[in-house]
């Protein structure tokens, strides 16, 4: 048969091969022909996506009616769907089963105050405390986690420094402090370095915007609203509206310096309101991105998002990303934070075994310096990497990222959205499961119908620089 025509770019070749990775169990046998490959349809026609690799190929109504028909069947085997097809897939696949060797740390985030000046109920930091006591990060805990990071990082290579809580800037002096020191460190050890802080933006002042604008800084703002809306879920002492003070945070970033990247994160609760209109909002507020995120795991249940209220977060994420493309098929701008990451990962034919980077090339650090798989796990022994005083623990990420392979997780292995999901946040699996599993493979198939449309209405989209990464894990999700 003809070969198809593939969409996008082509993925990059195979990466070398490296030091042998250890294999504490067998890996499970070939997964079914649906996991491996998906017909979907767009506004021009029939398409078909391969799990491998991520590619996506135009497809003539009647074949795509016969590859519907042999992906179902129970016993159908890719390489014989391939075969029999003439498909142009790749003989050897690109991810086997075998778990990654722990590369070199690209990025450490700093726990540098344990403590918040709100109270929410649906973070899943306690408040930045854990489940123990606020406290604070040293100041020789701070630049020996820098030390750290740059004695393990690649030569040359771009490393990431993030700042997290609690609230960060409780902890203002420390971060100036930081900031200052691993500039010049990174610029001793020839390393060039970025930084990331999330926060709430409630305390901000002049001196911190400046730090902002002067050094390459991603700064996340948590946001969830209109002031009604975010009142209702974070809590300022005395009864203050933390709106109102984040509003005034934005104003001291506007008078005195902007982050080269100013994200918002909202976190989706049973609580908030719809989200195209948070999405407008937090847009007209002049972020250069605004995301969500559903709260999976909450110390309070009732801000959790249940598997039963998943469809009504999938229909209105969809509501969404309906507008993105509407907007930006049109040549405007729409800073959907979700929708862009999909576009680009989709378009770099982005396929991974794992969610993020944590515990592989991103580690977050204790006020006390122990080492953790990231942000969200810190003092949770059960994701435990070392120390900054002695280093990572090379087995302790070894057996993390053996155990955290998508392709020995059950039910990730049989799902055809595996390598674009990972396999889940490694927090929201450990407390929840995965309750989001239909959410995510709806999304999903959502974001690759508009990957078709979008690349078809404005290619230009494609040719434009992505904006810098607004994470200090090292990789982004699609959802």
């Not at 771009?158 to 609230?167: I, K, L, P, S």
């Not at 926060?199 to 209109?226: I, K, M």
């Amino acid at each position: 048969m003809t070969v198809l025509l593939q969409i996008g770019r082509r993925p990059p070749d195979p990466p070398p091969q490296g030091l042998p990775a250890p294999s504490p169990a067998p890996a499970p046998g070939p997964p079914p022909a649906s996991a491996e490959a998906k017909v979907f349809r767009s506004a021009h026609g029939a398409h078909l996506f391969v799990a491998d690799g991520s590619r996506v190929y135009d497809l003539p109504e009647p074949l795509a009616d016969r590859l519907e028909r042999w992906t179902a069947a129970p016993d159908a085997a890719l390489p014989d769907l391939a075969r029999d097809l003439g498909l142009p897939l790749w003989s050897r696949p690109r991810i086997d089963g075998t778990p990654a060797e722990p590369p070199p740390l690209a990025s450490l985030s700093l726990n540098v105050m344990q403590a918040c000046n709100l109270s929410c109920g649906h973070c899943y930091a306690d408040e930045g405390r854990f489940g123990g006591s606020a406290r604070s990060m040293p100041r020789h805990t701070a630049y020996a986690a820098v030390d750290r990071l740059l004695a393990e990082a690649a030569p040359g290579a771009d490393v990431v420094v993030g700042f997290m809580g609690g609230e960060p800037l409780l902890a203002r002096d420390l971060v100036h402090d930081v900031v200052r020191y691993a500039t010049r460190a990174a610029a001793d050890a020839g390393n060039p370095v970025r930084f990331s802080l999330t926060t709430n933006l409630t305390t901000v002042r002049p001196q911190d915007a400046r730090l902002f604008a002067a050094h390459p800084f991603t700064v996340t703002v948590s946001l969830d609203g209109d002031r009604a809306g975010h009142d209702a879920l974070r809590r300022a002492p005395g009864g203050a509206s933390a709106y109102d003070r984040l509003r005034a945070g934005l104003d001291v970033l506007a008078r005195h310096g902007r982050p080269r990247h100013l994200s918002a994160r909202v976190s989706v609760t049973p609580r908030t309101g719809r989200l195209v209109d948070v999405l407008d909002h937090g847009i007209g507020l002049g972020f250069d991105e605004v995301g969500f995120a559903a709260v999976v795991s909450a110390p309070d249940p009732a801000y959790e998002i249940t598997a039963r209220a998943f469809d009504g977060f999938l229909d209105q994420m969809v509501e969404c990303g309906e507008r993105a493309l509407r907007k930006l098929s049109a040549g405007r701008d729409y800073p959907f934070g979700n929708f862009l990451t999909a576009m680009r990962e989709l378009h770099r034919g982005t396929h991974r075994p794992y969610p993020c980077g944590a515990g592989a090339g991103y580690l977050s650090a204790s006020a006390e310096g122990g080492l953790y798989a990231c942000h969200r796990l810190v003092d949770d022994p059960a994701f435990a990497m070392g120390s900054v005083a002695e280093g990572p623990d090379g087995e302790a990420r070894r057996r993390h990222l053996a155990t955290g392979h998508v392709d020995r997780a059950e039910p990730c292995r049989s799902c055809w959205a595996r390598y674009l999901c990972g396999g889940g946040c490694y927090h929201e699996v450990s407390r929840r499961g995965r309750p989001g599993c239909d959410y995510i493979r709806g999304w999903l198939a959502f974001c690759l119908r508009a990957y078709v449309e979008l690349s078809q209405a404005a290619p230009e989209f494609f040719r434009l620089p992505p904006e810098p990464a607004a994470t200090t894990a090292g990789a982004t999700g699609l959802v």
